[in-house]
């Protein structure tokens, strides 16, 4: 992978024709850096959110040993890497088939279930293990998340007893434990510890002895409208909350931070191949990194990388992608130079997390090029650049009340819920 200082280094060497995924490495061990200093969890790292293998490899050379894993695919990603790796296979519904390789050929021995069929299965295809950590995925509601996680899985508060005691009693060397997911980028630190809370209370009814509380992912990333609040914020919620639970001193706390590792640590680096008026159609799209552009209205933050003077002001425009399908459009307001044309480059950041990572082939576009940068992300939870990016970019009043409209914040978090993740 070639290393550029700025991302105009990269255009003015290779005017590249296809999107090209603009990586962070160093941005990924400061985040990383973040949770081993400020958060007593092990961290699993969410595979999901970014699958790329210099991801896994800059959080392995920043000591970060766990990973939690959804696919057998995932597994031999980070065993390729990192042949020691801790796997936590945190998939609340796996195939037999992935239960049995996970244990047997790659040494998985973590596994979440949210229900006693799925308990199971597990304890049938490991053939009566007795070294099994097997976490519990308990519902919790999701207030203040942009996606809610506890629509597809989690036992629910009633059901949660029995289940926990069958776990307790089928865990016999290994580790029983706990697991929630709050909801991705979760706004409201006191989401955790709400959750702990309503855990811990399950707990209790049970009258069980946990050994691990993971509470999971969900951590923020910034995106232009949505600031969260400070990090520190999430880790004294979550301690707090672990401070009030039935738990003993020999409890592990773990989580499984996905976005707020990697969200920083990649933008795209995409081109304009025509415009019309407002409208810029680029080589990337939903179907391509461009998902949440489209389809939670996210506008991330923009800028052009042309090789020449542009004119200052800045102008609100939306974004077609290449597919001919209707829906690859990102309504933004993407804020850009009011003389921008056909050719010119566009950086699209904040895409670390959720972006190349959701993209498909679909009408033969897709893929990526990589290259590493060495300057600042456009926003920073970790001190690198602002935290903060600003939504309204101009003093036009018209473009300004657009924006107000399309970004509405709705409830206090301002966002919207859906299911997804
Ligand atoms: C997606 C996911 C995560 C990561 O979530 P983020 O919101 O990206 O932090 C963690 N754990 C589980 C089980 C997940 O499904």
Request: aromatic share 8%.
């Amino acid at each position: 992978m070639r290393t550029y200082h700025f991302p105009l280094d990269l255009v003015r060497e290779r005017s590249p024709e296809r999107p090209v995924a603009l990586v962070r490495p160093a941005a990924v061990a400061v985040a990383a850096q973040w949770f081993q200093d400020n958060l007593k969890a092990d961290v699993f790292y969410a595979v999901k959110a970014n699958p790329s293998r210099w991801v896994i490899e800059a959080l392995v050379a920043q000591g970060v040993t766990g990973f939690d894993v959804a696919s057998l695919a995932e597994i031999e990603l980070v065993r390729s890497v990192m042949p020691e790796a801790r796997l936590a296979f945190m998939h609340p519904v796996k195939s037999r088939s992935a239960i049995t390789k996970a244990y047997f050929d790659h040494g998985v021995r973590t596994f979440s279930l949210d229900c006693e069929d799925e308990l199971q299965k597990i304890l049938d295809c490991t053939a009566g293990a007795t070294d099994l950590n097997l976490i519990v995925r308990m519902a919790v509601s999701a207030e203040g998340a942009a996606y809610t996680l506890s629509g597809k899985f989690g036992v629910s508060p009633d059901q949660a007893p029995s289940l926990l005691l069958s776990v307790r009693r089928a865990v016999i060397d290994g580790l029983m434990g706990v697991s929630f997911h709050v909801g991705s980028q979760c706004m409201r630190p006191s989401a955790y510890q709400a959750a702990m809370a309503q855990i811990g209370r399950s707990i209790t009814r049970a009258g069980v002895f946990v050994d691990i509380v993971d509470v999971g992912g969900g951590f923020p990333s910034v995106y232009p409208g949505m600031v969260p609040p400070d990090m520190s914020e999430y880790a004294d919620a979550i301690h707090r909350g672990f401070n009030e639970m039935p738990v003993s001193e020999t409890t592990e706390l773990w989580c499984e931070p996905g976005r707020a590792l990697v969200a920083e640590a990649s933008s795209v680096l995409c081109q304009v191949e025509l415009r019309k008026g407002d409208a810029l159609y680029l080589n990337d799209g939903s179907y391509g990194s461009l998902f949440d552009a489209t389809h939670s209205r996210w506008p991330f933050p923009t800028k052009l990388v042309r090789d020449g003077e542009s004119s200052g002001e800045l102008k609100a425009f939306q974004f077609y992608g290449p597919t001919c399908d209707s829906i690859d459009h990102m309504p933004g307001p993407f804020w850009l130079p009011a003389d921008i044309r056909e050719g010119d480059f566009i950086e699209i950041g904040m895409l670390g997390a959720y972006g190349v990572a959701m993209s498909t082939g679909f009408n033969g576009y897709g893929e990526h090029d990589l290259a590493v940068v060495e300057d600042a992300p456009m926003a920073s939870l970790y001190g690198l650049a602002p935290r903060s990016i600003p939504t309204v970019r101009t003093t036009d009043e018209e473009a300004a009340r657009k924006v107000v409209r399309l970004s509405r914040p709705k409830g206090r978090a301002g966002q919207r819920k859906k299911s997804r993740r």
